[in-house]
């Protein structure tokens, strides 16, 4: 009870003390809102990467299968030139007839089905024909990497599949896109069918 005319006691201790202790409760909210806002973040770029990794990986099995859908058309064609009632050169044709028409819709747009012979020489290419029956041998992506070899490479090692990744200008697109390919050998015909 204050009575009149005394004068009020003065708390003891300084200004610096004062906002010493109204800082103290501020700076740990701040510590625990930046550690909640670190730990966020650290916690959704770990949840993004698992994304994209589950998004890879379907992307990867949807272009195992599309060429294992082509594989597994082309076999007649090739179980016909290992019994030998047709040659090579036939089994080049009636393969060539088969993959030209695997044009097909993924979450990219249009793709298709390519193929080529182990020497370079391009067989199919739906989407840019004029590069058909040209020796490719010398193509190379934006990183220089030379995108035939490479695929020649991995269908003689891995004739079962294989990817390839390369960098090149799709048709009718002025930039450089990253390309993710996965091929299957044909070495009966010296050959590989792609997507």
Avoid at 52 to 60: C, I
Avoid at 137 to 161: C, F, K, M, Q, T
């Amino acid at each position: 009870m204050v009575v009149p005319g005394e004068k009020l006691m003065k708390i003891p201790g300084t200004k610096r003390q004062k906002l010493a202790l109204m800082l103290k409760p501020l700076l740990f909210i701040g510590v625990l809102a930046y550690l909640s806002i670190g730990l966020f973040l650290v916690l959704s770029q770990h949840y993004i990467n698992i994304l994209f990794s589950r998004m890879e990986n379907q992307y990867r099995q949807n272009l195992i299968n599309v060429t294992s859908v082509a594989r597994n058309s082309v076999e007649p064609v090739l179980a016909s030139h290992r019994c030998g009632k047709i040659n090579r050169v036939e089994a080049i044709r009636q393969v060539r007839g088969i993959v030209r028409n695997m044009v097909y819709e993924d979450q990219d747009g249009r793709n298709y089905i390519f193929m080529s012979s182990y020497d370079g020489i391009m067989l199919v290419q739906p989407f840019e024909p004029h590069m058909e029956l040209t020796n490719q041998w010398d193509l190379r992506d934006a990183n220089g990497l030379y995108i035939i070899r490479e695929l020649v490479n991995a269908a003689r090692i891995h004739p079962s599949g294989s990817f390839v990744r390369y960098y090149y200008y799709l048709p009718k697109v002025h930039a450089v896109q990253e390309k993710l390919a996965y091929i299957s050998g044909l070495p009966e015909i010296n050959c590989y069918i792609g997507t």
